[in-house]
């Protein structure tokens, strides 16, 4: 079920067809699914195809978010 929903939502993003509120309800139930590190693919996925959306700063503090709670600072900083 994960992946599928996962994979979903790849799909949606790379469409620009995902909404930020569909993006974040999504890595939030990996996360409740155990599935973590899809997370942050999920995130950078949808910010490589919607770089112009106008809620793009909230998406990029919670990649941030995501980068940092997998020790990855630098990389969190730059999403920033």
Do not use: C
Not at 13 to 41: C, I, K
Not at 46 to 73: C, K
Request: aromatic residues 6%; without cysteine; glycine residues 4%.
């Amino acid at each position: 079920m994960a992946s599928d929903l996962l994979s979903s939502a790849m799909i949606k993003s790379m469409a620009r067809d995902l909404s930020v509120s569909d993006l974040v309800h999504t890595a939030e139930t990996l996360r409740q699914s155990g599935q973590t590190g899809s997370v942050e693919p999920l995130y950078a996925t949808w910010i490589r195809h919607n770089s112009d959306h106008p809620m793009l700063f909230a998406v990029l503090f919670n990649h941030s978010v995501v980068l940092s709670e997998a020790g990855n600072y630098e990389a969190a900083r730059d999403a920033l």
